[in-house]
Every structure is written in C-alpha cells, then in structure tokens.
C-alpha cells in the first residue's frame, strides 16, 4: 500500500492561478521525489495492465521457435512414426488451388502455363540430356518451372504417411491454397488493380476464419506453401508491386514456405526452388550422386545469367566481362534475351557439370533458382551478397557456409578482384571437401517424384514438414 502522502493532492496544484502552476508543481516533487517515483511507477503499471487487456485474443503472438536446425541432419534417415505430430490438410473449395491449375491457359498474358503445371507440377519431360545424365535416369528429370511448388507439395501432403483426416489429433494444418498462382495471374498487366491481386486471399482468410480448428488458435499452428517469393505478397501501397497477402492480419501468425523469404520474419521459411531432377527412388539418388563425384570436370568457373543493362554498374556484366577475359578458365552462357530459368535444359546442366564452380549473383531479387540447379550438378556455388543463401535455407543447406560454398563481397570485385585468383588459391584438398559435401546434401535439394516420397531417405519436402513439425511441437511446449 502506498504511504499517506502528507501534502495536498496533485489536482489542487492545477487550481493555483496559471503564474505560480508550473513552479509550485516542481517544488513539490523535488521536496518528495520517492512520493512522486511511487505514484509514477503505479500508473504505468495501472496503464499496461488496461492496454493488456485490451488486446483481442487472436493478436496475442504464441510462437516460440526452435533452431532451424533439423534434428537429423542426415538425408539417409528416415522416420518410420510420426513422433512430431500429424498433418490436417483442409479440402478447399476448387477456386482456392484446383480451379487456378485448371485454368492454366489464362495465368500468364504471353503464353499457356498448362505445361509448365502438367505432371503434378514437374513440367514436361526435359529432352535433349543424352549423354549428359545416365541412361536409366533420363526419366526423372522434367523441365520443371520454378513457381510450381505449391502443386508440388500440395501432392506430397495429400499422400503422407503423417496425414490424418481427424482436425483433433493433428498437431500441424496445412492449407493448399495457391497463393502464388492467384497472385502471379495479376502481376503482369497494368489492367488489373491491387484489388484484383488481392480478392482470392482476402477470399481465403475468410472461409479460414469459418473453420473450427483456425478458430482455435488464430493461425498459430497453420501453414501455407506459397509457390513465389516473399516480396510478391508484401505489397504495402496499392500502386507497389504484387499482392498485399502477407500483410492481410489473417496470416500474422501462419508460417508460410517460400522458395525466397524474408530474412527478418521469423514465420517465412526458406525452402528449395523445384529444379529437374525427380528421383524416382533411393538409387536414383545414390547414381546421381556417384555421377556428379566422378564427373571430370574442365572448367574452373562458370556463369549463366543476363546482363541488367537497366541497371547502372550492373554487377552481372561485371561477372561477364571477367569471365571473357579468362576464357582458359571461365565458361558463359550469356541469357539475355533468352529463357534460362529452365536448369534442367542440357546447355545449362552441361556447364554447370563441366565446372568446379558457378557463380552465383543475385538475380531478380536475392536468391535465384540457379543456386540449386547448380549444385545438384556437384558444382560450387559462389556467392556475392549473404542473403543469397546464407539468410535463406537454413533447414536445408550445411550450418557452415564454407563447408559448400564460397564467398567474395560484390564491392571487392566491383573494385578489381580477380574471382580466378581467390578460386584457385583455396587448394585442391578444400575444393574436394567442399564437392563431397555438396554432393552429400543432394538429396535436400530435390523433390522426389512418388507421391509418397522415398523409401529410405529424406527429400526437400520431408525436410521441410519435418522442420514445420517440430516447430508446432515445440511451440505446444512452450
């Protein structure tokens, strides 16, 4: 309880006429300064308790997050149970995923997307890989577009063995809705508004806030593939680029994977882009594997990409030059004015085989599909900003970025340094060790074609629900 003060209350210092106001106020509290410390320490306390429980239920942040690191970190294992919990997957009204892919000659303004959506999102059967790829493995390799993951892991859920169709025992609820589809079909035509881009999600966050199980925890325990990256759902004024879906306050508590995400939102999960390899089976995997390591390699170095002429001091045509005027140590693929988003094409794969490195510039935004497409071939990435990959793939790329990778900031070699020099002054027995555990992590990369994944060992997609699962778990913990 507070003391009896022994002066007059506060509000009779305010009724003295204005000229003596503020001077009598300060006499008093330097005369009573640990009075006065009490009273201003109890209305604070006063004033955060109402502001507290002012606050609605379902803005009440409950997430606790684990290490992204998984628990087993090697791809071999395999869970025989589901010790982290079961997966509801909400059957969605068709506007919300099947309508979207079933409408695939109307999302892009330039060309049919319907064979880019084919074979549940792999794509088409990539030609021309003879000689390029064994025999036997020729058919687990598609032109696969880099947006279709939603398709993908919509698949693989709807067959995992850690699904239930019971909302009460499931620990995790994922929802197919393909954001990236609705989103992309709007980006492209000055025609359509902010409004437009936004009116599936907005659709979609209410029929979620029908449903019982969202009810119960405001998102909490809910998660989203969406199949773009995160800045094209982070429109913050209607005349910016893309939609505004993961500012709508419905998703403020769902975690949400993404091929690209932002490093300081704890609920965007980095997760590989889809490239062409589909392993069929673990001996699939095994052959690759064995193929990239003893592949004979030629070239130091290589780079495939376009220039961005719009852009001044273009790093990427800084990366060209230096490869043409070391053509005894640096191969090109120039992509300007050409389609090589596709690594699985046998012009790309190629290069990409034949080097000990590929370098790895940022593309239209800070990561890009070439990363991957890289280094399924066993070739060496090299980066130039962190937020490549280092900020971005936590779940699925080796804790130690110098175990896979090598890094050499964009200003030093803005300012002159020989990329070639730094490369082959890291010593035959680093490059070695860096391939070996390239080739080792192969299968995180990869999103295996059986609807049911592989027997023996973990793909991309079981990596990811693996990690959603144990942070539910933990979260249910804490």
């Known amino acids: 309880m507070l003391p009896k003060p022994d002066f007059p209350p506060p509000e009779s210092l305010f009724l003295k006429k204005p000229k003596y106001h503020l001077l009598t106020i300060y006499n008093y509290i330097i005369a009573h300064p640990r009075t006065w410390l009490l009273l201003i320490v109890f209305s604070l306390q006063l004033l955060l308790l109402l502001l507290v429980r002012s606050l609605p239920v379902s803005t009440v942040s409950r997430h606790h997050f684990p290490s992204p690191t998984p628990v087993v970190t090697t791809a071999t294992a395999t869970a025989t149970s589901c010790d982290s919990g079961k997966v509801f997957v909400y059957d969605l009204p068709p506007v919300f995923n099947k309508q979207l892919s079933e409408e695939c000659d109307a999302l892009n303004p330039w060309n049919s997307r319907c064979d880019a959506l084919s074979n549940d999102g792999f794509g088409t059967p990539a030609p021309g890989l003879a000689g390029l790829v064994p025999e036997n493995l020729d058919p687990a390799w598609y032109s696969t ?53 936004d009116r599936l999600c907005g659709m979609l966050l209410e029929w979620l806030d029908q449903q019982e199980s969202w009810k119960r925890s405001y998102g909490w325990d809910h998660f989203m593939m969406l199949g773009r990256i995160t800045w094209d759902f982070r429109r913050s004024k209607d005349d910016d680029w893309g939609g505004s879906f993961l500012y709508m306050p419905g998703m403020k508590n769902v975690t949400r994977l993404l091929i690209e995400r932002n490093p300081w939102d704890e609920l965007d999960i980095g997760v590989p882009y889809p490239t062409g390899f589909h392993p069929r089976t673990e001996s699939d995997i095994r052959e690759w594997q064995d193929h990239v390591r003893n592949r004979s390699r030629t070239t130091l170095f290589c780079f495939a990409g376009g220039t961005r002429s719009e852009f001044k001091n273009d790093f990427r045509g800084i990366l060209l030059d230096q490869c043409d005027r070391e053509k005894d140590a640096c191969r090109a693929v120039d992509c300007s004015g050409t389609k090589c988003s596709n690594g699985s094409s046998s012009r790309i794969l190629e290069l990409f085989l034949d080097s000990n490195f590929c370098l790895q510039p940022r593309g239209d935004s800070f990561t890009r599909r070439s990363i991957f497409d890289c280094m399924i071939a066993g070739s060496i990435p090299v980066f130039f900003w962190r937020r490549t990959a280092y900020l971005q793939y936590k779940w699925h790329l080796p804790e130690d970025p110098e175990s896979y990778s090598v890094f050499i900031d964009r200003r030093a070699v803005s300012n002159g340094t020989s990329i070639r020099a730094v490369l082959e002054g890291l010593g035959e027995e680093r490059v070695k060790r860096m391939k070996d555990k390239i080739v080792e992590y192969i299968p995180k990369f990869v999103y295996a074609a059986p609807k049911e994944g592989l027997a023996g060992m973990k793909d991309a997609f079981d990596v990811s629900l693996e990690g959603v699962l144990r942070r539910f778990q933990e979260q249910r913990r804490t």
């Open 145 to 197: 577009d880099q947006f279709t993951a939603e398709i993908i892991y919509h698949n693989r859920m709807l067959s995992h063995r850690c699904r239930t169709v019971d909302p009460d025992s499931a620990t995790a609820f994922y929802v197919p809705f393909y954001a990236g589809l609705a989103v992309g079909k709007y980006l492209w035509s000055s025609n359509y508004t902010a409004r437009d881009r």
